[in-house]
């Protein structure tokens, strides 16, 4: 049925988050929507908050009140080559108690970009990597593409590799993705 899937954002009163998020799960377990709603995620971070006593504790606290991440399996709309959701998951959605609209023009749904998801921090991209501190490696995307280095640091947890290249006869170390470095072929 579903092509692919796509975020979309569903604004809530605030303070009703976890509950339109649980009451969307029940409908999605209920009515066996799985193949539909995928997915259903309420953003949060955990903050140290340092108390007037001078205590502190740790908090979880909702990155985006008032808003609810949800996975929607869509597929292309013949007449308009758009992506889009079943008109019974908007619906359902829609129609949770608590959930005031989608996010998008006229409260037509728009899915979240690519980006929009990564920086979110609501899929994590996984990046396999063929290379370990040490090794010769080629960048091959950015300023540097073609450039040769060797991996100083890799930091798997915020996607990143610094490798040192040599530039204008200095060694220059460089932040780069996971992705935009591969390992030296023999």
Do not use: C
């Not at 569903?10 to 209920?30: C, D, L, M, P, R």
């Not at 979880?60 to 609810?68: H, M, S």
């Amino acid at each position: 049925m579903a092509d692919t899937a796509r975020w979309y954002v569903v604004h809530t009163y605030s303070g009703y988050e976890n509950k339109v998020a649980t009451n969307i799960q029940t409908v999605v377990e209920n009515r066996d929507m799985h193949d539909q709603i995928l997915e259903v995620s309420v953003p949060t971070e955990t903050v140290t908050e340092i108390r007037e006593d001078g205590t502190k504790k740790e908090v979880e606290r909702k990155i985006f009140p008032g808003y609810v991440l949800v996975k929607f399996a869509v597929f292309e709309n013949e007449d308009t080559d758009e992506l889009k959701m079943t008109d019974e998951a908007w619906y359902v959605v829609r129609n949770t108690r608590g959930v005031t609209g989608f996010v998008g023009p006229e409260s037509k749904p728009i899915p979240l970009s690519e980006e929009e998801v990564l920086k979110l921090g609501v899929e994590k991209r996984v990046v396999e990597v063929n290379y370990e501190v040490g090794d010769m490696v080629t960048i091959i995307d950015g300023a540097f593409d073609g450039v040769i280095g060797v991996v100083d640091e890799i930091d798997t947890e915020h996607n990143s590799v610094r490798v040192t290249i040599s530039m204008f006869g200095k060694e220059t170390p460089v932040d780069l993705e996971l992705d935009q470095v591969e390992a030296q072929k023999d």
